[in-house]
């Protein structure tokens, strides 16, 4: 394995040539002990397979990941172009508590409303790799909202939206 620290040019190249995959952007989501929602913005997820279904999130070390592994589950929203100022809060450290009553839980987990599509999803892994942990999650649920059609999108670190369709 490379060390990027003894590389700091491929790290600065990997970070720039990685920016050119335009990702999705979703909240990962889960209940503290006091009940009250937490969420976490990321781009790091992946369909794993249909049978079961089942997704695959990369967390760093903090109170998301620590929540994960208590609770043995998360819910994933995925945003569309109106949920940029979710995206930026939740990629914050310090949250601004009034985006929680965007939250409904729908089955067991708090998703976001009017978001794209939404899952819940029960944790049956978990990897570590380096300082990300890699958490699946088996969907016990999900759905999709017709209403939002537009997703948001990362790419080259900028916020994008209204992806056309190669025809």
């Avoid at 899952?119 to 649920?141: I, M, N």
């Avoid at 790419?155 to 992806?163: C, I």
């Amino acid at each position: 394995m490379t060390d990027l620290n003894v590389h700091p040019d491929l790290s600065l190249e990997f970070r720039s040539s990685v920016s050119m995959f335009a990702t999705g952007v979703a909240i990962v989501s889960n209940t503290l002990d006091d009940a009250q929602v937490y969420g976490m913005t990321i781009n790091s997820l992946t369909s794993i397979c249909l049978t079961p279904p089942t997704l695959m999130i990369s967390l760093k070390e903090g109170v998301m990941l620590d929540q994960v592994l208590k609770t043995r589950q998360f819910g994933v929203s995925i945003l569309s172009k109106n949920q940029k100022d979710v995206s930026n809060n939740y990629s914050r450290k310090e949250k601004d508590a009034a985006y929680e009553k965007h939250f409904i839980v729908r089955e067991k987990i708090p998703t976001l409303q009017d978001c794209l599509s939404w899952f819940e999803c029960e944790v049956v892994k978990v990897d570590q790799y380096e300082d990300h942990t890699l958490v699946f999650g088996e969907v016990k649920a999900c759905g999709v909202d017709n209403s939002a059609i537009s997703p948001l999108l990362f790419f080259s670190s900028n916020y994008h939206f209204d992806p056309r369709p190669l025809n």
